[in-house]
C-alpha cells in the first residue's frame, strides 16, 4: 500500500499541463502516493450538468488530500448556452465547482505564500518580498447567498421597520425589485476568530514580523467591524506579533509603494481573493503564486491561478505555481525534507535563469522565455 493517496484533479485548461509537470517532479522526489483520477470542471458541466459530480466528492473522502489544477468559470447564461442540448431547459444552474469544495469540506483557511526568487527577470519592485495571505474561505462574499431578481419577501424583511432599513430600501423599491440584484456578506465571528488566529499562529511559528488585517471596516460597518473587533481581540494574544490594519483599497496602493513593509496579511473571502492576486503580482505573477486550501482534516492544493483557456493544451504555461503548490502539500503531509528540496531546485532554476517560460521573457525577450511547460519541470526534476 502506498504511503498516501492523494485525488488528482487536473480540472480545465492548463490545469492540465500544470499538473503533468507537477507528476514529473513528485516522480522524481519519489513521492509514495497513489494518484486518484477524478472528474471536475467544465466538460463535466457541459455533459453532466455538474461540475463536481458526486463521484468526485466520494473520491475526495477516501484520499487523504487533492491536488487541483484550474478550474474554468463562466457567469451564469454563458454556462447554460454551453450545456449538452439535452440538458438544457432543465434549470441546471452552473457554480464555481471550487469555491463549493471549499465550502462542502469546510475548507476554511486558504492559504497563499508570494515569495519573489532571486534572479527571477519579474521581480521589479525587489528579491526581498515575501508575503503570505491567510483568506478565509468559506464565508463572506463568496457565501453564495445571492438574488437575482431581488425577491418580495426578502425585500420585505430588508425593509421590515423593526430589524431592517425601510429608509435605505426604499430606493431599490422604487427601482423595481425586478432590476434589483442582491450578493450578501455574510461572516460568523467563529469565521473571523479561526482565520485571524491561524495567521497569528503561523507569524509566531515562522517568526513572522507582523500581520496586517485587511478590510474596510469604515463603510462595511457590521461584517468588517466584526472583524475588526475579532482581529485585535486575537492580536493581544500575541504579543510578539504586530498587529496592523488597513483598507483594502488602501492597502493596494501600499503594497506596490513598498511590499517589503508586509509580512502576513489576513482577510474575509473576497478582499483576500483580490489581494492575493496583487501579491502574486508582486513576485511575477501567477505563474509564482501557490495556494493551498486547508480543512481540519483535509486539504485541496490549488495554484492561485485559473485555467488561462487560450493556452490550454499548448504546454507553454508556468509550472511554478503548481510545483510550489504541490509543495505546500508535501508540507502538509509531513514530508518537510521533499518540500525543501523540491522548493530549493524551483529557486535554483529561477535563478540560473537558463530554462524561462513565456511569462519570464518580459524583460530579457529573446535571450529567454521559450522553454515550455514541461522542460522547466525537467529542469527543476533534474536538481531533484
Ligand atoms: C481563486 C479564484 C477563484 C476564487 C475562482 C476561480 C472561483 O479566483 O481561487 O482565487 O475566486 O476563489
Ligand atoms: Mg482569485
Request: glycine residues 8%; negative net charge; aromatic residues 8%.
Amino acid at each position: 500500500m502506498p504511503k498516501y493517496t492523494i485525488a488528482w484533479m487536473p480540472g480545465d485548461g492548463v490545469g492540465k499541463d500544470v499538473m503533468q509537470a507537477t507528476r514529473i517532479v513528485l516522480d522524481r522526489l519519489g513521492l509514495d502516493a497513489e494518484y486518484v483520477p477524478a472528474d471536475i470542471g467544465w466538460e463535466f458541466w457541459v455533459n453532466e450538468g455538474n461540475p463536481l459530480p458526486d463521484r468526485t466528492i466520494e473520491t475526495l473522502k477516501r484520499t487523504d488530500c487533492a491536488l487541483f489544477g484550474a478550474i474554468t468559470s463562466k457567469p451564469r447564461e454563458e454556462a447554460a448556452a454551453e450545456l449538452r442540448p439535452e440538458l438544457r431547459g432543465r434549470g441546471l444552474s452552473y457554480f464555481s465547482p471550487i469555491v463549493r469544495l471549499r465550502q462542502l469540506f469546510n475548507l476554511h483557511t486558504n492559504l497563499r505564500p508570494c515569495r519573489a526568487f532571486r534572479g527571477n527577470p519579474l521581480n521589479r519592485l525587489g528579491d526581498d518580498i515575501d508575503l503570505v495571505v491567510f483568506r478565509e474561505n468559506t464565508e463572506g462574499m463568496y457565501g453564495g447567498i445571492e438574488w437575482f431578481p431581488l425577491p418580495e419577501r426578502v425585500a420585505a424583511a430588508m425593509a421590515d421597520a423593526e430589524v431592517g432599513h425601510p429608509e435605505r430600501m426604499k430606493q431599490w423599491f422604487d427601482k423595481g425589485l425586478e432590476n434589483v440584484a442582491l450578493s450578501t456578506r455574510v461572516m460568523s465571528r467563529q469565521g473571523c476568530e479561526s482565520i485571524c488566529r491561524r495567521s497569528f499562529e503561523y507569524a509566531q511559528r515562522f517568526g513572522r514580523r507582523s500581520v496586517t488585517l485587511v478590510e474596510k471596516p469604515n463603510v462595511l460597518r457590521e461584517t468588517g467591524g466584526l472583524m475588526t473587533r475579532v482581529f485585535r481581540e486575537i492580536a493581544s494574544e500575541y504579543p510578539g506579533v504586530e498587529a496592523w490594519e488597513a483598507n483594502v483599497d488602501a492597502i493596494c496602493m501600499w503594497m506596490l509603494k513598498s511590499p517589503q513593509d508586509y509580512d502576513v496579511l489576513v482577510a474575509e473571502n473576497m478582499f483576500g481573493d483580490i489581494v492575493s492576486d496583487l501579491c502574486a503580482g508582486l513576485v511575477g505573477g501567477l505563474g509564482f503564486a501557490p495556494a493551498a486550501n486547508i480543512g481540519d482534516d483535509y486539504a485541496v492544493f490549488e495554484p492561485t491561478h485559473g485555467s488561462a483557456p487560450k493556452y490550454d493544451g499548448m504546454d507553454v504555461v508556468n509550472p511554478i505555481a503548481m510545483l510550489l503548490t504541490a509543495k505546500m502539500m508535501l508540507d502538509w503531509l509531513g514530508e518537510s525534507e521533499m518540500a525543501g528540496r523540491l522548493e530549493s531546485a524551483v529557486a535554483a532554476v529561477i535563478e540560473a535563469g537558463e530554462v524561462r517560460t513565456y511569462d519570464m521573457a518580459q524583460v530579457r525577450a529573446g535571450s529567454a522565455g521559450t522553454a515550455s511547460t514541461t522542460a522547466m519541470a525537467e529542469a527543476v526534476a533534474a536538481l531533484l
